[in-house]
């Protein structure tokens, strides 16, 4: 679906697409991630034909951006960051103008404008002027003007920031139902969002794709080893050394104490489990156990370990 | 082709949806309706001719409106879109620069060419009510309406230049304020001028004296070749601006 080879995009005095070379199959959902100022709405843009690259290629079923810019076009949906739209027009008649301009036939329009709306949440809101509604609304507008044409390939830019925490969950909601029918690219800085929505993850970092993966894959790849935590009631140093001595251990580290219990952070050998053995040792010695899991790095960890920056962090 | 009528209809509409045009057109009519009294206070001093059509196409008011009237109706038509963003999602959709310029320019100059309708009464007014036989000639009255969308079309393509290269709409505004009353006050130069020469060049540039040509029912090819041509050359200049977003 999308076709990326040696992708470069300079404006003047910086680099903000480096060489980004990348694919995503028709049907996948890909998110795209990287602090502020990576390179996503960069990206982005020459993917949807408003910024020309500098150099490389970048295809869209098929199309060259540059070359067959209209085709692509015919065949995106493409919403902006902050879904930009016209205060003055109602719903429908945005909706309307939109699917007109993309080419929806006249005999088709009404039922497309009023299909995208059952889907976007918007049934109630025909009547009602842009200016005027929230942020949420708004944000579905922009959606729906995505979906209007039925576009094989969606690319939405941060769909949803600025949004509170009941819509975000009900826009992701909307882009995992969209998922079965379109192949979607959205960017995004923020981390769970990717573990809610996306198959694959590609991060990019000062205009460069640092990783490509599935979420679960990364975390995988990046586990140092196993760390488990435990809290345990017994005599601190005792408990210590009876951890240190156990096998697979490679180190303990004594954490917050809570009135008889403390918390230890066990790091274990690569691919292995320490956890029974910790239960046994304190079965054995008789220390109460009222804590223990293994920890998985999270993509923050990932994220930190790929970029050297946290997420939400402007680039320097 | 067809997505360029829609475009169209929604650049005219959205005059209407804001109070702007509102504003322009009870100006505009304000200070044409005292320019059809004055009119009308001069047939009754006497026989005035073909004349009489010069006091609404050729009158300082006539020039006031149209300085003012340009650059406001224009000066929002890419500086909007670019400051809300919409831009990126119009430039998206599958438009060309120059359709996008066009239905721009042709919904500014559908709405001049809405404001002018209602003059259309005076002529029906002088009729009705005048004892003369003919108070006014069909002749100069076409030759002013013509002259009127000539120098609007110009104008307001001035306009539609200066949004698509300017960053916000009062910006916009002052730069074809500015343009185009250079361009009306060029021609003055044709009555200061010392040289033969010279005054000749000034006169082929003068607007006014187009208009009271015009207003005449002296329809001279050479003004209609220069606004037309002059009208095309900023049109071109503008569908450029837009594309210039791909060459940064």
Redesign the interface.
């Known amino acids: 679906m999308i076709r990326v080879t040696h992708l470069t995009k300079r404006?003047?005095g910086c680099v903000a697409v480096d060489d980004v070379s990348f694919r995503i199959e028709p049907g996948e959902v890909v998110g795209f991630l990287g602090v502020n100022g990576a390179g996503k709405t960069t990206t982005l843009?020459i993917l949807?034909?408003?910024?020309?690259a500098t150099s490389g290629t970048a295809e869209v079923a098929g199309f060259d951006v540059f070359r067959d810019s209209?085709e692509v076009?015919?065949r995106?949906g493409?919403l902006?960051?902050?879904a930009?739209?016209?205060?003055?027009?109602r719903v429908d008649e945005y909706l309307r103008?939109?699917a007109?301009?993309?080419?929806v036939s006249p005999a088709a329009c009404r039922r497309r404008v009023q299909e995208v709306k059952d889907r976007c949440g918007l049934k109630d809101a025909g009547r009602r002027i842009i200016g005027q509604l929230s942020r949420g609304y708004r944000q579905r507008v922009g959606l729906a003007?995505c979906l209007v044409h039925d576009p094989e390939l969606l690319i939405l830019d941060e769909p949803t920031l600025g949004l509170d925490p009941a819509q975000v969950i009900q826009v992701r909601e909307l882009i995992r139902a969209l998922a079965r029918r379109h192949t979607i690219l959205l960017s995004t800085h923020i981390l769970p969002e990717v573990e809610a929505v996306c198959r694959r993850v590609l991060i990019i970092n000062r205009g460069r794709i640092v990783a490509s993966d599935s979420p679960g894959q990364l975390r995988e790849n990046l586990q140092s080893g196993a760390r488990a935590v435990t809290e345990i009631a017994g005599p601190a140093d005792e408990v210590r050394r009876g951890l240190e001595a156990l096998p697979d251990v490679r180190s303990v580290r004594p954490d917050e104490e809570d009135g008889p219990w403390r918390r230890y952070l066990i790091e274990g050998a690569h691919g292995t489990d320490v956890r029974p053995a910790v239960f046994e040792l304190a079965a054995r010695n008789g220390w109460p156990l009222r804590e223990l899991r293994q920890e998985r790095n999270t993509l923050e960890e990932i994220f930190v370990s790929l970029t050297g920056t946290a997420p939400g962090e402007k680039r320097p | 082709m067809k997505n360029f009528l829609t475009l169209w209809k929604k650049e005219l509409a959205a005059y209407f949806l804001s109070p702007m045009a509102y504003v322009v057109m009870i100006f505009f009519l304000l200070v044409f309706g005292f320019s059809f009294w004055l009119l009308v206070h001069a047939l009754v001093e006497g026989p005035a001719g073909a004349s009489v059509m010069q006091e609404l196409f050729g009158s300082l008011f006539f020039w006031i409106v149209l300085l003012v009237a340009a650059p406001v109706l224009t000066m929002r038509l890419f500086t909007e879109e670019k400051t809300t963003g919409t831009i990126e999602t119009l430039m998206t959709a599958p438009v060309t620069e120059v359709g996008v310029v066009m239905a721009k320019y042709l919904g500014a100059l559908s709405f001049y060419v809405i404001l002018w309708i209602p003059t259309a009464a005076y002529g029906i007014i002088l009729h009705a009510f005048s004892p003369l036989t003919a108070p006014v000639d069909l002749g100069p009255m076409m030759g002013g309406y013509l002259g009127a969308l000539l120098v609007g079309a110009f104008y307001l393509s001035v306009g539609v230049l200066c949004s698509a290269v300017a960053v916000h709409q009062i910006m916009a505004a002052v730069a074809c304020f500015a343009a185009i009353g250079v361009f009306f006050f060029t021609g003055f130069f044709a009555f200061l001028a010392r040289s033969e020469a010279a005054r000749d060049a000034f006169a082929y540039v003068s607007s006014v004296s187009h208009m009271l040509d015009f207003a005449r029912g002296v329809v001279d090819t050479r003004p209609v070749a220069l606004y037309v041509s002059l009208t095309a050359l900023m049109l071109f200049a503008a569908v450029r601006a837009v594309e210039a977003r791909r060459w940064k």
Request: with cysteine; hydrophobic share 30%; charged share 30%.
């Open positions: 404006f003047a843009r949807s034909c408003y910024l020309p209209l076009r015919r995106i493409y902006p960051e902050n930009p739209l016209y205060p003055e027009m103008f939109r007109r301009l993309k080419g003007d």
